[in-house]
């Protein structure tokens, strides 16, 4: 963040949308349909007692970055608050 003017993320959702109605579910990989949607493995690393990766958290600090330096969100794009 110190060597840029401006950072800008592609392809990363929000810490909320995984509680929006309607929101799309995709698979978490593409060679594995049928399996796990994102926001379900999202949720399954977010409250695993130990290991996995806090997706959702990761995405809240995203967030309170983009709050105080130049962080633009695209596809999809980000509210921020």
């Not at 996995?52 to 695209?74: C, D, L, P, Q, S």
């Amino acid at each position: 963040m110190d060597m840029c003017k401006e950072i800008h993320v592609y392809g990363m959702i929000n810490d909320t949308y995984c509680k929006t109605e309607g929101y799309r579910k995709v698979p978490y990989h593409y060679y594995e349909a049928g399996n796990r949607d994102e926001c379900s493995e999202y949720l399954l690393h977010e409250s695993a007692p130990y290991g996995g990766h806090r997706f959702i958290t990761e995405k809240a600090v995203f967030a309170k970055w983009a709050n105080i330096h130049a962080i633009k969100f695209f596809n999809p794009p980000w509210q921020l608050s």
